[in-house]
């Protein structure tokens, strides 16, 4: 069965620094997704990956994906307010899509 | 092209009640999953539904069930509500099985059981 874990679950951070949310997942997983949820929202697509080596940018945010560690990182450079929100990252195996806990960022100004 | 929408957007019902909760997928989609997102937790999958069949099914009991009709839509059913089962219920839809295909998600419905 397909577990997904994200470290950390809440992280507080200033503007302009770097951070990387870490998610490891316990078996294999057939592609690896990143979302992004707002308070009261629906979850909003990020990234997909899907094979091992795979990095994918948009703005200030970077995934990555080592299926051999089990492995996915979302590294955000230098922070601002905007990206304050939760993110998840989710597995899939057997036609189900596994999700993590989340992760809470909240960006100080 | 219209994206995943969901109905009610809100919803209060009382123990023991019962609910229905709709989805219409994305133009294009046949697949259509729910999830159960408690306050704080991450989505929880329910079950997923392709081409009319039910096609994967989370840890939830038998009083969750589902349909999905022959243009995607679909709905899901919860009977005897608890008090637990008070959360965000999303779909998402996507053009082949979940497993395969990136899911586009709707705004989610809010229960809450008192």
């Known amino acids: 069965e397909l577990k997904v874990e994200q470290n950390p679950l809440f992280l507080s951070m200033q503007e302009g620094k770097n951070y990387t949310i870490y998610c490891n997942y316990s078996?294999?997983?057939?592609?690896l997704y990143w979302y992004r949820q707002d308070p009261g929202k629906s979850l909003e697509s990020l990234f997909v990956?899907?094979?091992?080596?795979a990095v994918k940018q948009e703005g200030r945010l970077m995934a990555s994906l080592d299926t051999k560690a089990r492995l996915s990182t979302l590294h955000i450079t230098a922070a601002v307010h905007d990206l304050s929100a939760t993110y998840f990252c989710?597995?899939?195996?057997?036609?189900?899509?596994?999700f993590g806990k989340g992760t809470r960022l909240h960006i100080l100004p | 092209e219209t994206g995943v929408t969901q109905s009610p957007t809100h919803l209060i019902k009382t123990r023991g009640q019962q609910v229905t909760l709709r989805c219409s997928s994305q133009?294009?989609?046949?697949?259509v999953s729910w999830y159960q997102q408690a306050l704080g937790q991450g989505p929880q999958f329910i079950f997923q539904?392709?081409?009319?069949?039910?096609?994967g099914r989370g840890n939830f009991p038998p009083r969750f069930s589902g349909l999905q009709f022959p243009n995607y839509s679909s709905e899901l059913n919860v009977n005897a509500l608890e008090l637990d089962d008070s959360a965000l219920y999303l779909c998402?839809?996507?053009?082949?099985?979940?497993?395969?295909?990136?899911?586009?998600f709707g705004p989610g419905t809010r229960l809450t059981v008192l």
């Open positions: 998402a839809s996507s053009p082949g099985l979940a497993g395969a295909h990136e899911q586009f």
């Open positions: 078996t294999t997983s057939d592609r």
């Open positions: 990956l899907l094979s091992n080596g």
């Open positions: 989710a597995g899939t195996r057997d036609d189900k899509i596994i």
């Open positions: 133009s294009g989609h046949n697949t």
């Open positions: 539904y392709y081409r009319e069949e039910e096609n």
